[in-house]
Structures are given as structure tokens and as C-alpha cells.
């Protein structure tokens, strides 16, 4: 089955089975088994997802984790060019990651939520572990 017909069979609100997906909920809540999100959401997530998705946001984002910060901070910090980091801000503020409040000359910078941190240090985490045996490249 394909994931656009997966896809358009959850925004119908049907599971693979054809069972209706709010009939179902509550059996696969109590196994801990979610229903999967309606198309919209996972293309939002998806998106999201893409604005993470690069070294210098990340570090951004880990920056703005222990305090909001304007951009000289984040300059200094992370050891790049202004114009830099403000296109990486620019990026996650469209995507809702961000949002920026001025004061004075500056404009600081926060996370919209501690969700999105965690997103970012659960990846980090998950890189730093240790690989199971038999899935390392040799």
C-alpha cells in the first residue's frame, strides 16, 4: 500500500484495516499504539523537521535552549557570520520555531516552547549513544 493512499485513507479517518480510525483509538491507546495524525499534521511535522535540519540552526536552537539571545550573542557563541545566523533566524522564525521581541536597538531571540528543545537535544542525545553491535559501518 502506498503512503499517499495510507495517507489519504487516515485523513478519511480509516486505518489500513478499513476500521474507522476514532473507533479504534481508544483499543490502541490503552497498548500505547497513537493513531497515526492526519496528513496535514505529518506534512506540518515534516516541515518543521526541514527547519531543524541544519548544523547551525540546531546550535541555535541549543543556544536559545538556556537563554533568549540576540544575534551578536549568538555570533559570538557559535562562531559564525551575522549574516549567517540572521538567515538561519529567519528560517526558524517562518517556522514558527523562533520568535523575536525588540528591545532597543536589538531584537532578542527565544524558543516559541521547550517542545522544540527537546527535539533538538533528543537528537543530539540519540547521535552521542553508543551503537548497538552489527549496525556500526566498518
Known amino acids: ?3 499517499a493512499h495510507t495517507l489519504r485513507q487516515v485523513h478519511a479517518g480509516e ?3 478499513g476500521d ?11 497498548v500505547g499504539v497513537l493513531p ?7 506534512i506540518a511535522a515534516g516541515d518543521l523537521l526541514r527547519a531543524l535540519a541544519a548544523p547551525v ?8 535552549r538556556q537563554a ?3 544575534v551578536h550573542e549568538l555570533v559570538e557563541a557559535l562562531g559564525v557570520t551575522q549574516p549567517l545566523i540572521s538567515q538561519h533566524l529567519r528560517v526558524l522564525k517562518s517556522a ?4 523575536g521581541t ?37
Open 68 to 70: 533568549p539571545r540576540c
Open 57 to 64: 540552526r540546531i546550535s541555535i536552537v541549543l543556544q536559545l
Open 36 to 42: 497515526t495524525p492526519d496528513a496535514r499534521t505529518l
Open 15 to 17: 486505518d489500513a484495516a
Open 102 to 138: 525588540r528591545q532597543g536597538r536589538e531584537v532578542v531571540y527565544r524558543l516559541v516552547d521547550e517542545h522544540l528543545a527537546h527535539i533538538v537535544v533528543d537528537a543530539v542525545t540519540h547521535v552521542d549513544e553508543p551503537q548497538p553491535s552489527g549496525t556500526e559501518d566498518s
Open 96 to 99: 514558527g520555531v523562533v520568535i
Open 1 to 3: 500500500m502506498s503512503t
Open 20 to 30: 474507522t480510525t476514532l473507533a479504534r483509538c481508544d483499543e490502541r491507546a490503552a
